[in-house]
């Protein structure tokens, strides 16, 4: 077996308190969730005043910055919107992100308390739980996302890769072909702006007079 | 990453004079030549006075006249520039191998700023002993290089409802390809033992983005490096310096940039970036999870918008690169009419596992519009569909993972237009 493989006695054993402070994750059946509780009410402060400013006061996201409620039953439509509530399968991604990587620019800051409570509030923002709902590594697993059921695993292989390894056609393969979508027209691609092209000119005459010297 | 467009919508003509302007320099024939051109008759100073000396430049740069040879991003596509992309310039690159310099940034909290002293990384979870390990300890196991191409999951998403991007750097600069050196991730597992119930490998970084991705333990076994040198030199900070997992052939989100943990267990964590981010929306409203391979693709990058053919009618050179995470391509496919006609390119240089290749297709333009397109066919058999055939199968809304023949209309004057065509 694998573990009988020859091992060259490189690195040391974690301590317990290493492990500890590095290994953070959380599944969805709850594995690596800390104890700790926090309320909707809670919640709703915390969010204010550490998140409300990217995501908006009730998570529906300012300017670029993410949404993180709402766009419930928009997935089949031309423009879904996917937030926690529409499209996120698990409440446990929820905590894990949070504690993990927000808030932006200030990752792991957070205490389990805190995490659990703005959890809460996003959960409760996403109507899937009711205002004085509490949240804790006890009831975690009895919250269930509407869109758990709607993942599946890619499924390339049954349909996809079969259809398309076919030997194409190679002569005559059409009788006429036409333009039907066009990116000038849409015309959001970055320019050069003109005081670029001229730096970078000035740039190389500079470079040039250099080699000179 | 967001699809939709917004912000500044620069005009089409300049965006095409900056792309020409590069060829201002060129000599074109006629005028004066009889006495004969001064580059040639008269001393040019490099000629005659002495060049930079060998201390001027302890670390090379490019020539200051390949300047637009860069990264560019767009602004618009995501909410600021510190979890966001950017792109290398295809257009302007030969052969596989990208210049690590230009190589494209995907960062999700930045490019991290770490001392290698005290970078570690840990395996933990279901192994008979966690274990830490310093850059120096890692520096001592048994070491490979291997050529793969790094793709983002979203190369090329912004295409998904027609096109939208002039120019391949933006519609296909998602990537890079270069030559890893590291440890073999089976050879670090082994050390720590992987028991028997694991089947899960969460890969961590230490940024402040803390990236994870849940691994099968298949495929860690298998083909999967932590690496520390690209190119035979160090990792670039924003490719993860000191250390990152290379996972040939699979979608980069996966490819965990300053690696810091290895953790095993017995399920996947479904994690945000394999939850949120990296699952690919159907048009029935179900989505496709880990959706791991990138499949078979092309792109002709010369002549494309950014690089438009300026020397007229008559002998001319098609190039492009071809990539296939399920393995090698044997061949591509090129055609100059829309696909009424395709020829078979000429592949040059070497054909690597899960790495770029480099095709060719000469011709003899006779100054009439173009329309271009290539076809990857990958050593499974598997030939790159269009994106039409995609949609059929997906819809427009799981960005990620379009790998659809890429359209260039050129015109009478060589300029080049991203385009669908029926």
């Not at chain 2, 089409?12 to 004066?32: E, I, M, S």
């Not at chain 2, 001592?140 to 939208?164: D, I, K, T």
């Not at chain 2, 803390?210 to 083909?223: F, G, W």
Request: aromatic residues 8%; negative net charge.
């Amino acid at each position: 077996t694998e573990a009988q493989a020859e091992k060259l006695g490189l690195g040391r054993p974690a301590t317990a308190d290493e492990v500890k402070a590095w290994d953070i994750d959380v599944r969805p059946d709850g594995l690596g969730l800390p104890e700790g509780r926090g309320n909707v009410e809670d919640g709703e402060e915390l969010f204010i005043d550490n998140c409300a400013a990217c995501h908006g006061d009730f998570g529906e996201g300012v300017d670029r910055w993410p949404v993180l409620s709402g766009g419930h039953d928009s997935l089949e439509d031309d423009r879904p919107v996917k937030t926690i509530g529409s499209y996120w399968p698990y409440v446990s991604t929820v905590y894990d992100y949070i504690n993990r990587a927000m808030p932006f620019g200030a990752a792991q800051t957070l205490e389990p308390d805190q995490v659990y409570a703005i959890t809460a509030y996003l959960l409760n923002m996403n109507d899937v739980v009711d205002d004085d709902f509490e949240l804790s590594h006890e009831n975690f697993a009895d919250v269930k996302l509407e869109n758990e059921d709607n993942f599946f695993m890619d499924d390339r292989a049954d349909g996809e890769l079969k259809e398309f390894a076919t030997e194409p056609c190679m002569t005559n393969c059409k009788d006429s072909v036409a333009i039907t979508k066009r990116a000038a027209i849409i015309d959001v691609t970055p320019e050069e702006t003109a005081a670029s092209e001229a730096d970078s000119e000035a740039k190389a005459e500079a470079a040039a007079e250099e080699m000179k010297a | 990453m967001p699809v939709l467009f917004k912000g500044k919508k620069p005009s089409r003509r300049a965006f095409l004079k900056g792309a020409v302007a590069g060829g201002a320099g060129a000599l074109t024939g006629g005028t004066a030549l009889a006495a004969g051109e001064k580059v040639i008759t008269e001393l040019q100073p490099w000629m005659s006075e002495s060049g930079a000396p060998v201390d001027a430049m302890p670390y090379g740069k490019p020539s200051a006249y390949e300047d637009h040879v860069k990264r560019r991003t767009v602004e618009w596509l995501t909410a600021d520039p510190i979890s966001s992309i950017n792109f290398t310039p295809l257009h302007e690159l030969d052969g596989i191998i990208t210049p690590n310099g230009l190589a494209f940034e995907r960062h999700h909290g930045g490019a991290a700023d770490i001392e290698p002293g005290k970078h570690r990384l840990m395996i933990n979870g279901l192994v008979e002993t966690e274990l830490v390990f310093t850059m120096d300890d890692l520096m001592r196991f048994p070491r490979e290089n291997h050529v793969y191409f790094l793709e983002c999951a979203a190369n090329s998403g912004m295409e998904w409802r027609g096109s939208q991007l002039n120019g391949c750097q933006f519609t296909h600069g998602m990537i890079h390809n270069v030559m890893y050196t590291g440890v073999p991730l089976r050879l670090l597992l082994e050390e720590a033992g992987v028991k028997t119930a694991g089947k899960w490998l969460l890969a961590e970084g230490a940024d402040s983005a803390a990236m994870t991705r849940s691994i099968p333990m298949e495929k860690a076994m298998d083909d999967c490096i932590v690496a520390f040198k690209m190119n035979g030199e160090a990792l670039r900070p924003e490719q993860g310096y000191p250390v990152r997992l290379v996972v040939p052939g699979w979608e980069g989100n996966m490819w965990v940039k300053w690696l810091r943990r290895l953790e095993v267990g017995d399920k996947p964590w479904h994690h945000r970036e394999e939850t949120s981010k990296y699952t690919d929306l159907l048009a029935n409203g179900k989505a496709r999870r880990f959706t791991w391979e990138m499949d078979a693709k092309s792109v002709i990058t010369n002549p494309s918008p950014q690089a438009p053919i300026k020397h007229g009618k008559g002998p001319t050179v098609i190039t492009g690169v071809a990539w296939s995470g399920r393995g090698t391509v044997p061949r591509v496919d090129v055609t100059v009419d829309g696909g009424i006609t395709w020829h078979k390119a000429r592949i040059s240089g070497p054909s690597l596992d899960k790495s770029m290749h480099r095709f060719y297709y000469e011709f003899d333009w006779d100054g009439k519009p173009l329309l271009l397109q290539s076809r990857a066919h990958d050593s499974t058999g598997y030939v790159q569909p269009t994106k039409d055939q995609l949609r059929k199968f997906r819809g427009v809304n799981s960005i990620y993972h379009n790998n659809g023949i890429q359209t260039w209309a050129v015109d009478e004057e060589g300029i080049a237009e991203n385009v669908e065509i029926s």
